[in-house]
């Protein structure tokens, strides 16, 4: 069965810096792209990031782009997301989602439960 | 940056009847070298993430019952729900998976008349 389980999220200050992480399992990680998606409160859902298999290549909304690294560890089966320069705008649950096929072109499978992340001074 | 737009933003069907949820890409999401439309379409119950529906545009996903269903190509998208059931109660979205950013829908509200 697949699994993604977030965490790592929780408040923090604008201008601070926070480190998601996804431990995924039930599935050969390493073959496929990974991505996270985040929902403000009460929104709809916007594609923050992404990662190829080989983790070659990584891929940013302009939202995010200088301040969100993500990166993985296929030795621990496990997606992150380093975050800095943190604005009340990207607070949001963030979910760690799996692509349907090695391509990272690919629909989104499986999502987790989705960690909170809440930018307020 | 490709654009979904969803109508109706919110329906209400009695049960049993159909539901019929329209999602419009501001360009093509048809990739002509392997005539896939990439399009996908997800339910969100409240308090859950997301779920898959469909991909390819018309393409069920293992264990989504067969009262679902997409259709569309290029441009343009539906998603049926052919009898509408108590636990359809949700949102749904629709994304584009074509160029990157991958954007979604703004979602569509479906309740029970």
């Known amino acids: 069965e697949v699994q993604v389980l977030e965490s790592g999220g929780g408040l923090v200050q604008p201008g601070g810096s926070l480190r998601l992480s996804c431990a995924a399992s039930g599935f050969t990680f390493s073959t496929y792209a990974m991505n996270w998606v985040r929902q403000a409160p009460g929104k709809g859902l916007e594609w923050v990031s992404g990662?190829?298999?080989?983790?070659?290549?990584?891929y940013y909304a302009d939202s995010v782009k200088g301040r969100f690294t993500i990166s993985r560890d296929d030795s621990k089966n496990t997606l992150y997301l380093q975050m800095i320069s943190l604005r009340a705008e990207d607070t949001a649950v963030y979910y760690c989602?799996?692509?349907?096929?090695?391509?990272?072109?690919?629909?989104?499978?499986?999502w987790g439960q989705g960690t909170l992340v809440t930018v307020s001074s | 940056d490709i654009v979904m737009t969803q109508s109706p933003d919110s329906l209400a069907v009695s049960l049993g009847e159909r539901a019929t949820i329209n999602c419009k890409s501001s360009?093509?999401?048809?990739?002509?070298?392997?005539?896939?439309?990439?399009l996908a379409w997800y339910q969100q119950k409240s308090g859950q993430p997301p779920k898959l529906l469909i991909y390819?545009?018309?393409t069920r996903e293992s264990g989504v019952p067969d009262r679902f269903s997409g259709s569309g190509s290029g441009t343009d998208f539906t998603l049926t729900i052919s009898s509408l059931q108590a636990e359809d109660v949700a949102v749904y979205y629709c994304q584009q998976y074509y160029s990157i950013p991958f954007t979604f829908g703004p979602g569509t509200k479906v309740d029970i008349k």
């Open positions: 989602a799996t692509a349907g096929s090695d391509s990272f072109y690919s629909h989104i499978d499986y």
């Open positions: 990662i190829s298999g080989s983790g070659g290549h990584t």
């Open positions: 360009q093509s999401v048809l990739y002509n070298s392997n005539n896939k439309n990439y």
């Open positions: 390819w545009a018309s």
